[in-house]
């Protein structure tokens, strides 16, 4: 076994540990059976979540049994938000989400071979425990003080809102996963991001105190940008894990603007390069930064990771396509949609006058500018020059029969969308 933890620290994957020189010990002694469980409070997961996954993935790839767990049971409740009650989903909203999770999770875990992965969920214990078990096996070894001194339950009774009973118990049912899979899998350490650290501590507690067993948590830090402000928010919101949420292409730009001053922890992070590989890499940054070879590896790397390699052609494809370096007609349909969602736009119609798109979709002012754009040799639909002002719009330009790329000099695109 190599030192993974020395690993996990280089990437900047550890923020807290319980017990670091036991957990090291155990992981060099190995395999350590670990787990990381992800609750269905949405349809997906996101770049928080992937944090997690990778890890998983590391201490897999290093010989350790993983067990991924998607939370049917405390989905149905849901971690307490810093701020305010959440809305609580039905019962088969939360069992679609969590198929929906599920098959996420299995594409960054080895379910085969020597050192299977394992997928669980935790309604299938939870669901069958009495109110009458629960106080009398569980509750008794849980302290309200303690219950009440964590960060987050402490902020929201000082809140206006304060807590409900169902939010405050969420730390109960986090402590019986890790009870069960003890049982159950030989589980001894739980990973997750750092402000889960009070959740994994009581099932720490609940192991010990139920069982007699040490058993250790890991934390990661939660991930910020270089300048201190909160990583991962989009004009969209979250930066999504599912196609439907996020398409490939908002995904792959996503990572792809990162600043150099992030890059290259951000490689660490988010890919499996090697140190050999990211320090090249830093090299670039600093010596070319204009090449941005060091974000168009994170993006490429991240995207294949999250949607495959074949998405990850797509989405490359579209980017030169869009600026004149590829073929657009070679684009389909989903990959269209994905690289023009984000695009100003004009609805049109086959016949429909060029210029009067290039106005509708904001690309020039007006008319006269718009002339003025095509005499200048500045006008181009799908990467062909416009040269007659009284050109129209041909069904044979539509793109899946839908789009046609509108662009003004080398970089300003608009999508025309027919109607």
């Not at 900047?12 to 670990?34: C, F, I, K, M, N």
């Not at 396509?321 to 070679?330: D, I, Q, T, Y």
């Not at 904001?362 to 003025?372: H, I, K, W, Y």
Request: hydrophobic letters at 40%; glycine letters at 10%; aromatic letters at 8%.
């Amino acid at each position: 076994m190599t030192d993974v933890l020395d690993e996990l620290h280089w990437r900047g994957l550890v923020a807290q540990s319980t017990d670091e020189a036991a957990l090291r010990e155990a992981l060099a002694a190995g395999p350590v059976t670990y787990y990381c469980g992800f609750d269905p409070t949405a349809p997906s997961l996101h770049h928080g979540h992937l944090v997690q996954l990778i890890l998983l993935r590391h201490l897999q790839q290093a010989g350790h049994r993983a067990v991924a767990l998607v939370g049917g049971a405390t989905g149905m409740i849901g971690d307490p938000r810093e701020s305010g009650e959440r809305t609580l989903n039905t019962k088969e909203v939360v069992a679609e989400w969590t198929e929906r999770l599920k098959a996420q999770v299995s594409r960054f875990l080895d379910f085969e071979g020597d050192n299977p992965a394992v997928l669980v969920n935790n309604l299938d214990w939870i669901d069958g425990i009495s109110a009458i078990d629960l106080l009398r096996d569980i509750g008794k070894h849980y302290r309200l003080g303690t219950m009440l001194a964590k960060d987050t339950v402490a902020r929201r009774l000082r809140s206006e809102d304060g807590i409900s009973f169902t939010e405050f118990s969420y730390q109960i049912l986090q402590g019986i996963d890790f009870l069960e899979l003890y049982r159950r899998h030989s589980v001894t350490l739980q990973t997750g991001g750092n402000d889960q650290w009070g959740n994994l501590l009581s099932g720490v507690e609940l192991v010990r105190k139920s069982e007699g067993s040490a058993v250790h948590a890991l934390t990661t830090p939660l991930i910020t940008k270089a300048d201190g402000t909160k990583f991962g928010k989009t004009e969209g919101g979250a930066v999504w894990l599912a196609p439907d949420l996020m398409s490939p292409y908002a995904f792959y730009q996503f990572w792809l603007n990162q600043a150099d001053d992030d890059v290259v922890r951000f490689l660490k992070i988010f890919t499996f390069r090697s140190r050999v590989e990211i320090e090249e890499l830093e090299r670039e940054v600093a010596e070319r930064p204009f090449a941005r070879v060091a974000q168009r590896t994170l993006a490429e790397d991240v995207t294949t990771l999250v949607h495959g390699a074949e998405a990850t052609a797509a989405v490359i494809a579209a980017s030169q396509a869009l600026f004149g370096r590829g073929e657009l007609g070679g684009l389909d349909a989903d990959t269209l949609a994905g690289a023009t969602e984000e695009l100003p736009r004009a609805t049109v119609q086959v016949g429909g006058a060029v210029l009067d798109a290039f106005v509708d979709s904001g690309l020039v002012p007006s008319r006269g500018a718009g002339r003025r754009a095509i005499s200048e040799g500045g006008a181009y639909v799908n990467n062909v020059k416009v040269t007659d002002e009284d050109a129209v719009l041909t069904a044979d330009q539509l793109l899946q029969g839908r789009y046609a790329i509108l662009r003004r000099g080398k970089k300003t695109l608009a999508v025309a969308v027919a109607e």
